[in-house]
Antibody
């Protein structure tokens, strides 16, 4: 059974940093691309970042480029999102999602339950 | 950036009726990169359709997807009570992998 468990969310002041983690199990982690998608309270889905199965290819939304970095450790079956220079508008529930192939240009077939990030003073 | 515009914003229908949801793109792209997701309150999104018209594992055949280029459609042939939710389209062919703003399907 595929499982994705996000962690690392919390309350942080504007300008601060957080690192989100997503522990994956139930599939061969290195064979699949992964993404982070966020959802602000009461709002729609916003794609944040994606990474290929090997970790060589990464993409970020313009709204987070230069501040957020997606990475993965295939030996630990874990996906990360390093978030720096956080802003109030980054407040959201952050989902980790598995793509159905190693390529990032595919749909995401499994999602975690999310970890909440709140940026406020 | 490819902007996806979903319509209508809210669709009010009764169980048993047919639902037609639209997703229009600001520029043409291959249908193989278009997916539809369902999200219920307090839950993570669930993949319904990938590559514009292929049903994901376990998705009932009352859900179908169609379209190409800039116009894509999700159709639910006969609404069941559990189908009332918010639906999103997403394109993954070009970064950023944008979502539409969502269509809320509510019980009339």
């Amino acid at each position: 059974e595929v499982q994705l468990l996000e962690s690392g969310g919390g309350l942080v002041q504007p300008g601060g940093s957080l690192r989100l983690s997503c522990a994956a199990s139930g599939f061969t982690f290195s064979s699949y691309a992964m993404s982070w998608v966020r959802q602000a309270p009461g709002k729609g889905l916003e794609w944040v970042s994606a990474i290929s199965g090997t970790g060589v290819t990464t993409y970020h939304a313009d709204s987070v480029k230069g501040r957020f970095t997606i990475s993965r450790d295939n030996s630990k079956n874990t996906l990360y999102l390093q978030m720096n220079s956080l802003r109030a508008e980054d407040t959201a529930l952050y989902y980790c999602a598995k793509h159905w192939s190693a390529r990032v240009d595919t749909a995401t077939d499994y999602w975690g339950q999310g970890t909440l990030v709140t940026v406020s003073s | 950036e490819i902007v996806l515009t979903q319509s209508p914003g809210t669709l009010s229908l009764s169980p048993g009726e047919r639902a037609t949801l639209s997703c229009r793109a600001s520029q043409s792209f291959a249908g193989s990169y278009l997916a539809w997701y369902q999200q219920k309150p307090g839950q993570a999104p669930r993949l319904l359709i990938y590559a514009a018209s292929s049903r994901a594992t376990g998705i009932p055949d009352r859900f179908s997807g169609s379209g190409s280029g800039t116009d894509f459609t999700l159709t639910i042939s006969r609404l069941e009570p559990e189908d009332f939710a918010v639906y999103y389209c997403q394109q993954s062919g070009t970064s950023p992998h944008t979502f539409g703003q969502g269509t809320k399907l509510e019980i009339k």
